[in-house]
Structure formats: C-alpha cells, structure tokens
C-alpha cells in the first residue's frame, strides 16, 4: 500500500481528504509544518499532499528544508503567483492546486499514481 502524508493545517480539509483516501493509502496526518518537516523524514511518504499555509513553517519551507522527496507532491493553496509556480515546480511539485474540493484532489491524485505507475511492495 503506498504511503500519503497529508500537511494541512485544518482539520476539516483533512478530514475530509482521508475519508478519501484511507482505504486506499498508508496515510499519515500532520498541522503543522514542522511536525510535517519531521514525520517526512520518519515516515516516507510515496505522496505528500501539502498545503502551502501551514503553521510555525510554511509548505514552501517545508519543500525547501526537507532531504526526503516524495515520489509525487501535490501543492494545495489559495494564491499561486508564477514565481510561486516556478519555485514550486524547481522543488518537485508535480501538481498545484487552487483551494481544491476533496473530489477533485482525488481524482488528481488517482491521475498522477496512475500516470507515475507506481507500484506499491505487496
């Protein structure tokens, strides 16, 4: 089973999301971007799913700090800028979206597993 992180600072969005998802993924869930910093490291995620305001440090500082990437990563925000999405992309996003509904980020994030083919160990 693969293995999501979701970094999210609301509980709703999240938990939403992993009634989503659970059945489908090894998910683990963060609030903060710390905490998120860490549990990248420990946990090792095949999918991060971030949002990019998160608490104490934010998802951009969290892509910029953590040695672990992800094989996708989807950005979720309210406000992307092009140099936003430059810099988003320099880091290894693969997906960015705008306040997306649970619905819609999972059907991209079927899209991208789909598309990545990723196998995961039996």
Do not use: W
């Amino acid at each position: 089973m693969l293995k999501l992180l979701i970094a999210d600072s609301s509980n709703i969005a999240t938990n939403s999301i992993s009634q989503l998802l659970a059945t489908h993924y090894d998910l683990c869930v963060c609030h903060d971007g710390n905490i998120a910093l860490q549990v990248l490291a420990e946990f090792q995620p095949d999918i991060l799913i971030i949002n990019l305001m998160l608490p104490h440090l934010d998802g951009l500082g969290v892509l910029q700090q953590t040695s672990f990437k992800p094989r996708i990563i989807i950005a979720m925000t309210t406000y992307v800028s092009s140099y936003m999405e430059h810099l988003l992309i320099e880091l290894g996003v693969d997906y960015i979206m705008i306040a997306p509904s649970s619905y819609s980020l999972r059907a991209r994030l079927e899209d991208l597993v789909r598309k990545q083919v990723i196998v995961s160990d039996p």
